[in-house]
């Protein structure tokens, strides 16, 4: 018996195969991408001749806006007209979902080009190497207020981190849901809720009991900051501890070792990647802190290396003081502030990458 090829389905098989996009019912891929930039080139066009009329500058924000809606409707009604309607819905989702995504990074860029363009001329050797001590305008730097956000930063991590691990374990592993758990949980909650201005003013009370009204110190700082933490530090744990597999804590029971052997061998390396993320997450929302710092431990433009005696500074209220109690001249005060800023923000970013090789090195390998 032979078998005829059809001649006809052959070559309209060939032609679908090699035909472009526009003729088998798929946009091709350059398409989503032309259509946004031209979308932006006829709204910026068109906001460059209103402007033009006008007499005033064009508005950038509001073309880009008016460009991205142009093309969420082009692709919508260009997808549905060639892929069929449910294929132009999820074109459509997916546009609005990047955009929301570019939106969200604008205030961050923003601000990171801002500190950036406005810092780093500020920074010197002299900026990272001396104090404030007896200056006054032009010069001096933020070495005192480095130290002291280093030292205070310390302080509250070795105070909040072992009391949120610690909480944590209790809460996952021995509380199970008891009503000592249930009323610590919910303290938790309110915990993360609460004032950085409040964290302060209880730490500022505590002390002044002991100390007497006006007590100033580092180690009151750090108090402060530690309760700011311990929320972040409980819940990231939690969340964590929940993740590791019931099975390994039945294999290590079944096997013989204790609940407490098994927990330090076996629950906390599963979970050491996800827990020191969330505990480098607190050391980000405290470092940064300006109120409660400037309450308890008070503002110096000298250095000071003891927690526990005198005024320290920090890099969040020199920032504040430079910016705030401005001399002559302005600039090297503002100057000054920015850079004390870039600082911060290089420092939070220091200890993150730190925190990411920590999780690395320590997280449990899978291979073989």
Same mark, same amino acid.
């Given at each position: ?17 090699? #035909? ?8 091709? %891929? ?9 979308? @932006? ?43 069929? $309607? ?17 939106? %969200?990074?604008?205030? @961050? ?47 509250? &991590? ?22 000592? &758990? ?45 309760? @700011? ?19 390994? $804590? ?22 050491? &990647? ?23 431990? #008070? &503002? ?26 401005? #001399? ?7 100057? $000054? ?12 970013? @220091? ?8 999780? $690395? ?8």
């Amino acid at each position: 018996m032979s078998t005829t090829l059809n001649p006809t389905r052959s070559s309209s098989s060939s032609s679908s195969a090699t #035909g472009n996009g526009l003729t088998n019912g798929r946009l091709p %891929a350059w398409a989503p991408w032309a259509l946004l930039a031209g979308a @932006l080139i006829v709204s910026f066009a068109a906001f460059g001749i209103m402007a033009g009329a006008s007499g005033t500058g064009i508005n950038i924000a509001g073309a880009a806006v008016v460009g991205v809606l142009l093309f969420l409707l082009l692709i919508f009604t260009i997808s549905s007209i060639v892929e069929g $309607r449910r294929k132009a819905v999820d074109r459509l989702v997916t546009g609005i979902v990047s955009s929301a995504f570019a939106l %969200a990074m604008v205030p @961050l860029v923003s601000v990171a080009v801002t500190v950036i363009v406005a810092g780093a001329p500020n920074w010197s050797v002299e900026f990272f190497s001396s104090s404030m001590r007896n200056v006054t305008g032009e010069g001096g730097g933020a070495l005192h207020a480095i130290i002291g956000t280093l030292l205070i930063t310390l302080a509250a &991590a070795v105070i909040s981190i072992p009391i949120g691990i610690f909480t944590a374990i209790y809460l996952i592993e021995y509380g199970k849901d008891n009503r000592l &758990a249930r009323g610590i949980t919910f303290l938790v909650d309110v915990m993360t809720g609460i004032p950085s201005i409040v964290a302060g003013l209880f730490a500022f009370a505590l002390f002044a009991i002991f100390f007497g009204p006006g007590v100033r110190l580092g180690i009151v700082g750090s108090v402060a900051l530690a309760v @700011l933490m311990i929320p972040v530090v409980v819940r990231s744990t939690e969340e964590m501890l929940r993740l590791v597999p019931n099975e390994l $804590r039945e294999a290590a029971y079944a096997l013989g070792v204790p609940k407490w052997l098994t927990i330090a061998k076996v629950v906390l390396p599963t979970a050491i &990647a996800g827990i020191t993320t969330g505990v480098m997450l607190s050391i980000s929302r405290v470092i940064g802190e300006t109120a409660p710092l400037l309450i308890t431990a #008070g &503002a110096t433009a000298s250095m000071n290396y003891d927690l526990f005696s005198g005024r320290m500074a920090s890099l969040p209220v020199f920032t504040y003081t430079q910016y705030m109690n401005q #001399g002559i001249p302005a600039e090297a005060y503002v100057g $000054r502030a920015w850079a004390a800023a870039l600082a911060l923000i290089v420092i939070v970013m @220091l200890l993150n990458i730190v925190a990411r090789v920590i999780a $690395r090195v320590f997280a449990p390998k899978t291979g073989r």
